[in-house]
Every structure is written in C-alpha cells, then in structure tokens.
C-alpha cells in the first residue's frame, strides 16, 4: 500500500505542478500585453492595446467558464468562437485533471506521513522529477527544432476538426495569438515547470535527509531497549 501511494506521488504532483505552470502562463495578463507588442499586433489587427487588453480579459472568463459565446462573438466571427468553444473544453478537462491531482497527491502525503515514511516521500519527490525532467526536456528540445510541426500535432491530437486553422488576414484571434505567442508562452510554461520541479527535489532531499536520519534514530533506540 505505501509503494501505491508513492507511485501516486511521483506521478501527480508533477502532473499538478505542469498543470499549474499552464494556467499561470495563460492567464497572465502581462505576457499577453509584453506580446501585443512585440509581434506588433496593435498594427496588425487595427486595435489599440487598451481594446486588446479588454478582449483579452474577454478570453480569461470564457475559458474560466464564467461567460458564453456572446462574450467572443463582439470581436471574434462564428469559425473563431466555435474553435474557442473546443478550446474551453480542453480547459475544462485541464482543471478537473489539476484538482484531481492535487488531491491524490495530497491524499499520498498525507498517508505516508501517517505511516511515518518520511524516507519513501523523500525520495518520491527528490527521485520521480527526473523522469519528468527527461520527459519535458527531451519535448523542449523536439520543440526547437520544429515548433510549428509538433505545434501541428498537439491540434490533431486534442482537436477533432480543423477550426483551429484560422486565416492571419481576417481573423483577430491569429492575429492577437500568432506561432510567435506560443512559442514564448511555451518556453515560459517549460521553465516555471522546471522551476517548480527544482523546488520539489530541495524540498525531498530535505526530508529524505532527515526521514534517514529519524530511522537511524529509531533504530538505535530499538537497539538500546
């Protein structure tokens, strides 16, 4: 039962970490305002930064569930809003997958603690990262030599029709997210992963050190008795 719930750990609290990079990036405001500029939307599209800062927002509640269709369809034609329609599902899926990873690695935690096996959370959390530092490095990499063709895959893996190829001349919602937009949000997503990661393996050193340090303990008491 405790190897269970530390095969549990190891594989959902990256899987919460990841998941929480995705939303932290994609609703940052300032990232969406900093690419505006930079891949000079205002010019392309026709709109101020403060309209598109406003549609911007628009997004955030449309796929945080907070607003229907009619929120999009002010700025963004049917073809468009259908595709954001498949997008706030993904998401959708995203956050009931986030939920449910924070809570069974929480639930694995909290069992091995009460089983006092501070050594096997230790190493859970010092040890499992690396086979997800293998996974999104070696994406990361794959990433840099063609974006755009992986970028290609990941919509005929999660879509099921092809609302997602959108004309850069008419539609606002290219031309507001260009391939430029995911690839920096992308790299941004990959790094605070990592981050995270990095934080989670001091944190499981530290209590692998010291779960071996508790069992050494305990088992020289034992050998006094």
Request: net charge positive; proline share 2%.
């Amino acid at each position: 039962m405790k190897r269970i719930f530390s095969i549990l750990l190891i594989t959902f609290m990256p899987l919460y970490l990841f998941l929480k990079s995705v939303e932290i990036n994609t609703f940052s405001k300032d990232f969406y305002t900093n690419s505006f500029k930079e891949n000079g939307v205002l010019e392309i599209s026709g709109r101020t930064l403060q309209e598109l800062g406003d549609i911007t927002e628009d997004l955030f509640d449309y796929l945080k569930g907070k607003a229907d269709d009619s929120l999009l369809k002010k700025n963004f034609n049917h073809r468009e809003v259908l595709h954001m329609r498949d997008v706030r599902t993904l998401f959708k899926y995203g956050f009931i997958l986030k939920y449910i990873s924070f809570a069974l690695a929480l639930l694995s935690i909290s069992a091995l603690f009460y089983w006092k096996n501070y050594n096997s959370i230790g190493k859970s959390l010092f040890y499992g990262p690396f086979i997800w530092w293998g996974i999104i490095l070696s994406l990361f990499f794959l990433s840099l030599t063609d974006f755009n063709k992986y970028f290609t895959y990941f919509h005929l893996i999660f879509f099921n029709n092809d609302l997602w190829l959108l004309n850069p001349r008419t539609d606002l919602l290219i031309q507001m997210l260009p391939l430029e937009f995911f690839i920096s949000i992308f790299k941004r997503i990959m790094l605070l992963f990592l981050l995270f990661m990095s934080i989670l393996q001091i944190i499981g050193y530290i209590v692998m050190r010291k779960g071996k340090n508790w069992n050494e303990k305990r088992n020289r008491e034992k050998g006094v008795k």
